[in-house]
């Protein structure tokens, strides 16, 4: 198997590795008594269950013919990206500085501030008071609010707000 890493990172190694064996023919359970390991490991590994370790990685590649690190680099690859998605998610304002009646339908912590940029900035700019919409312009930045309420309505909103501070 020739693998260009590009186009599976990522990806769950297992997940590649249980396609691996599909295309090969080969049964998980006798795979794993070749290499040798527990059914249960592989078995987890291919459902994306568990992490690959170097050590198990390093029997799945001798086993396939693959470059030595293969699997590994590819777990690499996809811790490295589960770590960037947990960061955005986790990227947000001081939720303090909210009231909680403004997002009363949902929890201000599972919202993901990147992807639902526009409903936040357009509830904050319909019902939050100068501080909350102050905060959201220090958050996203004075273009991605005039790109979500239009650039007329914030400059006007903006300077209503300077004038009452």
């Given at each position: 198997m020739e693998?260009?890493?590009?186009?599976?990172?990522?990806?769950?190694?297992?997940l590649i590795l249980d396609r691996e064996l599909k295309k090969r023919k080969l049964k998980k359970r006798p795979f794993a008594l070749s290499l040798p390991e527990y059914t249960q490991t592989i078995n987890d590994i291919?459902?994306?269950?568990?992490?690959?370790?170097?050590?198990?990685?390093?029997?799945?590649?001798?086993?396939?013919?693959?470059?030595?690190?293969?699997?590994?680099?590819?777990?690499?690859?996809?811790?490295?990206?589960a770590e960037q998605l947990k960061e955005q998610i986790n990227r947000h304002p001081d939720l303090n500085l909210f009231r909680k009646a403004l997002f009363w339908d949902t929890?201000?912590?599972?919202?993901?501030?990147?992807?639902?940029?526009?409903p936040i900035i357009t509830?904050?700019?319909?019902?939050?008071?100068s501080g909350e919409?102050?905060?959201?312009?220090?958050?996203?930045?004075?273009?991605?609010?005039?790109?979500?309420?239009?650039?007329?309505?914030?400059s006007s909103k903006l300077a209503l707000f300077r004038q009452n501070k």
């Open positions: 693998m260009s890493l590009e186009k599976y990172k990522g990806i769950h190694p297992g291919t459902k994306g269950r568990r992490n690959l370790t170097p050590e198990v990685s390093l029997k799945i590649d001798r086993a396939l013919g693959l470059e030595e690190g293969t699997m590994y680099i590819l777990q690499a690859y996809y811790t490295i990206k929890d201000m912590n599972k919202l993901d501030w990147e992807k639902q940029y526009k509830r904050i700019f319909e019902r939050g008071d919409k102050q905060a959201i312009i220090d958050f996203y930045g004075t273009e991605k609010v005039k790109e979500v309420i239009g650039s007329t309505s914030v």
